[in-house]
């Protein structure tokens, strides 16, 4: 499963690492769009496979953030 980014923004930070468990709620990430920080949540638990991008790197709505296992 994915988490996908809900507006284009820069990738503040993630507030998770890979292998760590994630609960359906859960912050994974912070964009900063219009000086605004926007966290992003799980939809769903599981464990992190994988982050998409590194924190700076802009994203467009609907790029992959996290990939959860």
Do not use: N, Y
């Not at 992003?40 to 296992?69: H, I, K, Y």
Request: charged share 20%; aromatic share 2%.
């Amino acid at each position: 499963m994915e988490i996908h980014s809900p507006m284009a923004g820069i990738v503040l930070r993630f507030s998770v690492a890979v292998g760590e468990e994630v609960a359906s709620g859960q912050e994974v990430a912070v964009l900063e769009s219009m000086k605004m920080e926007v966290p992003v949540t799980a939809e769903a638990g599981g464990r992190v496979e994988a982050l998409s991008c590194e924190p700076g790197a802009f994203v467009q709505e609907g790029d992959a953030l996290v990939v959860l296992a």
